[in-house]
């Protein structure tokens, strides 16, 4: 790609994200904003999902979240803020993996981070990623939370993501479908209930509420928190992507096999969304433009305005719907 200019020659990695336009406590869901071509791209900040990681901070306020399998059966969230603002914490900030770089691509915008494997490091120079780091313009984007462990306690706002994408961001020019509703044929299954396991270690279940038109994200070990409105994240649109993965030839600091995805091309793809399921398709034929999620009928598929949740999971993973 050649959005960046020579501002993004100094910046080695980087990372941390989340960001968060929330005021007051409220988890009701909130529209969700699009970027507008020629505006900077997103804030793409890596937050972790393993138990010491928990309660995370600033899910809630994301406009879309990516979370698939990191190593050890711990799953790691690729989470996007399309117009970041606010003072709220986001948090933990960690590590960038492989598939960063694919989401990246995909998006086109800062990439918030705690650091990275070297190797993934050297794809972020290489490629001239903008990515932004406890270290980058002298520690301006990030603080640490002396009442968490590191290093599960580094944190952002949406502010400082703002400060960052500002000065960093390349224009994007692409638009994402606008809000609406599914197609109504074929007729969508009710999907109250879903359960289904994201790795060996990570049980996911949503339970939907007619009343907040949302999923509540529970896990192996109960709610999902956001910390900051101390109730379960509720995203309105839940999306699972099926979609291979495999070694990335590296290990990380523990000796755990990294792996990478293939998130390319086209694959099956379940919507749950207002309390029903959907039947469509992923598709990442460019490389360089948002993942698309298409309808039965080949177009892309209109969701209701919100949180939207994607999980990679393996193909032919089971998922139980009532």
Known sequence: MKYLDRRFSMLACGLTLSLLAACGTSANPIATPTPTPGRPGPAMVQIENSILARPQAGLQQA???????????ITRMTVIYFKPSGNQRIEPVRSARPVTIH??????GV??????????LDMIAAEHIPALSESSDGGIYFSRDPSRRAPH?????GDRLAEGVQKYAPRVTYQLPAPGTPPASPAPAAANRIVFDQTNF????YTYSAAETAYAYG??????????TGQPIKPVNVI?????????????VLGAPAVDFNLQGTGPADVF??????????????????????AADGNPMHLPPGLTWIHLVDPGTPITVS
């Open 273 to 294: 969304t207002q309390g029903h399921r959907y039947t469509a398709k992923w598709d990442l034929t460019n490389a360089e433009q948002p993942l698309k999620i298409l």
């Open 63 to 73: 406009d879309l979240v990516y979370e698939y399998l990191a190593e050890g059966g």
């Open 153 to 157: 306690n580094l944190y952002t706002d």
């Open 202 to 205: 990570h049980r996911v279940t």
């Open 103 to 108: 989401l990246w691509h995909a998006y086109h």
């Open 240 to 252: 699972l992507v099926q979609v291979a993965h495999h070694d990335a030839g590296f290990t990380d």
């Open 111 to 120: 990439i918030f981070f705690s650091g990275a494997n070297q190797r993934v």
């Open 219 to 228: 896990t192996e070990l109960g709610p999902l928190i956001d910390k900051n």
